[in-house]
């Protein structure tokens, strides 16, 4: 199982950006995909999860209206995506895929996608 | 929300000695409690989950226990490579929700 995710991301604020998650290694619609932010000398905070095979999303509600979560299943993909970044969105994100016993523990992560924000 | 706090902030543990670290829930979670470790510059490692199951590989030397609303991660004997950030997660409830961690250090 490997969970890869895209490059680091420099953006002004205003822009918008799409970072993503690529599963191998297991079936990518069999399982739920969760992406989690830590901000600079931070914790972990969940934004949401998504579940490719249907596409059913969940999101925290701290982060409601100011993400978006997809998935493209034709190519083993998650993404998370801001249409207007923010000085404050500047983190390192992480995807990352629970077990497979229904409950939300996760057992693999990708190697964390760091977005920079700044004008 | 669930809010899960951790305690201490900081732990500084000489090698060789055993840690205790706490994380409690400000609602019952049941046993649905994750531990994870993050060392620097790496995404977080599972560790523990059902409270008190090891992850696969991990060394016995860590053991969770609890339920309810307080949790206890215990390392005995730390080694160099323990030394670390720990958070704790319940999967209970919607939303999940992570403690704000517990760091480790010499």
């Known amino acids: 199982v490997q969970l890869v995710q895209s490059g680091a991301e420099v953006k002004k604020p205003g822009e918008s950006v799409k970072i993503s998650c690529k599963g191998s290694?297991?079936?990518?619609?069999?399982?739920?995909i969760a992406w989690v932010r830590q901000m600079p000398g931070k914790g972990l905070e969940w934004m949401g999860i998504?579940?490719?095979?249907?596409?059913?999303?969940r999101y925290s509600p701290s982060f409601q209206g100011q993400v978006t979560i997809s998935a493209d299943k034709s190519i083993n993909t998650a993404y998370l995506q801001w249409s207007s970044l923010k000085a404050s969105d500047t983190a390192m994100y992480y995807c990352?895929?629970?077990?497979?016993?229904?409950?939300?523990?996760?057992?693999?992560w990708g190697q964390g996608t760091q977005v920079t924000v700044s004008s | 929300e669930i809010v899960m706090t951790q305690s201490p902030a900081t732990l500084s543990v000489s090698p060789g000695e055993g840690a205790a670290l706490s994380c409690r829930a400000s609602?019952?979670?049941?046993?649905?409690l994750a531990w994870y470790q993050q060392k620097p510059g790496q995404a977080p490692r599972l560790l523990i989950y059902?409270?008190?199951t090891r992850a696969t590989g991990l060394p016995g030397r860590f053991s969770g226990s609890g339920s309810g609303t307080e949790f206890t991660l215990t390392i005995s004997s730390l080694q160099s490579e323990d030394f670390a950030v720990y958070y704790c997660?319940?999967?209970?409830?919607?939303?999940?929700?992570f403690g704000g961690g517990t760091k480790v250090e010499i």
């Open positions: 990352a895929r629970p077990d497979g016993s229904g409950w939300f523990k996760f057992d693999y």
């Open positions: 290694g297991y079936s990518f619609t069999g399982y739920w």
């Open positions: 998504i579940y490719p095979g249907d596409s059913d999303t």
């Open positions: 609602q019952s979670v049941g046993a649905n």
């Open positions: 059902d409270s008190s």
């Open positions: 997660q319940q999967y209970n409830n919607w939303p999940l929700t």
